[in-house]
């Protein structure tokens, strides 16, 4: 499975990021956690299909989690879809679109089947399908919400055909029987076990989304051996109390789940406004649980990178930005500035002039140091970046109070 951060914001969404969503790929569909504005733009650009959506799960009712939902659904009636959608989440999300629907009156030409979950559940699956089923849970927020498991069903082991030839099997009946868990009987009367020609089960990927919450078991319970735990980390250690009082996270809080449940990746992600560099609730998380990543939008995260890399490609570029708050990478053409491209053209063409004089190894000679001078100002400008004062936490403007998150 493939996922795709497409909004790491928490409330309050900044130039560079957006409200919480976040798509899971498997096997050509699309499953979405959480809807938050500009999610079906989102999707766009990060080359995923909205007509490929088959199931939307909302974590609670915080504006930012749902405000993209109607606006998504208007487009996919819009794009004629007729196959049904399943829209899960607190009680209240049916009333909710339903009077949407009605109001903006648009004629509906899909089914959408609705999950809703009470306040007081303990769990339930809320979708089950053949191939995969989708757990929820009540987490601990300051209103209901609800954490998420996305957990792919085991898939039968692998049959030894060359082993089961040897032994005599020959009818593909006879396969399906042994791939079934059952023995098969030959014609002479030897009995050829199952479980000597067929492998172990091979455990399905999982996905947990957490969101909105301070630390609580069920947290643990959804994350438990997941190939990826999707976690909020809206504070640093340092808001520890903020946290509480909001009902949220901190990147400390995040890695200890990751730690209880012992998942194999951390990615965390909503995070508060006022880390321009999210870096620093990287560090903490990294301080408590490896390997922890930081989500970032559009770029796909994979359980397995082999088979599945360049299945979802984004249309539109990544800008990273690296540990000491500045970009780095980007596209080679615009990377340079102005200033810096009039430069290399101009070396280029002194270069080239002075190199027509001089035979073939004396040119390369001359090029290498030009490389390296090149290199050596890039880096000077990282140098200068990070002798800069550190800027790991400044409030978006000194009139924010970041009351909501
Ligand atoms: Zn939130």
Known sequence: ???VPLGVASATPTAVRHLPSVALWREGDVHLFDCGENAQMRMLQAGLKRSKIENILISHFDVDHFSGLIGLLSTLQLQRREKPITIAGPKGIKQYVEW?????KINLNFEI???EVEEDFESERVVDQEEYYIEARPLNHTSFCIGYRFQEKDRPGKVDAEKAESLGITEDEQYKALKAGDDVELED???IKSYDIVGHPRPGDSFAYITDTRYCPNAVKLAMNTNILYHEATFSESLAEKAAETGHSTSADAARVANEA???LLVIAHFSARYTNPFVLLREARAKFFPAWLATELRPIYT???QEKGIVKQRVYIKEVDDKGGSKGGPRKKSRDKGDKKRFRKRKGSSDR???SRDDSSRRRKRRPDNQGHRKSKDDNNDQGSSRPPKH???RTPFDNFDRF
Request: hydrophobic residues 40%; proline residues 8%.
């Open 262 to 264: 012992q998942t194999k």
């Open 113 to 115: 089947k609705f999950v």
């Open 304 to 306: 397995n990178p082999a």
């Open 354 to 356: 002075k190199s027509r």
């Open 1 to 3: 499975m493939i996922i």
């Open 189 to 191: 009367g030897t009995i």
């Open 100 to 104: 949407n629907i009605e109001f903006a």
């Open 393 to 395: 936490i400044t409030p």
